[in-house]
Nanobody, 127 residues
Framework: QVQLQESGPGLVKPSQTLSLTCTVS??????????WIWIRQSPGKGVEWMGA???????YYNPALKSRTSISRDTSKNQFSLQLSSVTPEDTAVYRC???????????????????WGQGTQVTVSS
C-alpha cells in the first residue's frame, strides 16, 4: 500500500527557489527497481516530466530544466525532494511526485510504468 505525499510552500516569489518534498510510505525509496519522479502540469504546457531519482540515488533531469533542477533524497526519512531555482510565473503549476516500476521492460519514459502518484500540490510563483 504505497502512498506518496507532496509538501512545501504553495507560493514562491520570482527569482527564489521552489522546494518540495515527497514523503513515501509503504515502500522504501532504495528498493530496486523503482524510480521516483517529479512531474508538473499547467494549462499552458500540459504535463511536463521534470526528473527522477533512482533507487541507487542517481538523478535524471529533463534537459530543458536541468540547469535549474536538483532532485535529492533522504533515505533515513524515506523522502525525496525537488528544488527548482530562479523561478518565474511560468513555473506556476501543480507539482506531483510519482513512482515508476522499472522491473519490467519499460521505465519512466512510459506511462504504464507509473503505479503510484501523489495527489499533487499547487505552487504559484507570484510577487
Amino acid at each position: 500500500q504505497v502512498q506518496l505525499q507532496e509538501s512545501g510552500p504553495g507560493l514562491v516569489k520570482p527569482s527564489q527557489t521552489l522546494s518540495l518534498t515527497c514523503t513515501v510510505s509503504g515502500a522504501s525509496i532504495t528498493t530496486s527497481y523503482y524510480y521516483w519522479i517529479w512531474i508538473r502540469q499547467s494549462p499552458g504546457k500540459g504535463v511536463e516530466w521534470m526528473g527522477a531519482i533512482g533507487y541507487d540515488g542517481r538523478p535524471y533531469y529533463n534537459p530543458a530544466l536541468k540547469s535549474r533542477t536538483s532532485i535529492s533524497r533522504d533515505t533515513s526519512k524515506n523522502q525525496f525532494s525537488l528544488q527548482l531555482s530562479s523561478v518565474t510565473p511560468e513555473d506556476t503549476a501543480v507539482y506531483r511526485c510519482a513512482r515508476a516500476d522499472c522491473s519490467g521492460s519499460v521505465c519512466y519514459d512510459s506511462l504504464i510504468a507509473y503505479d503510484f502518484w501523489g495527489q499533487g500540490t499547487q505552487v504559484t510563483v507570484s510577487s
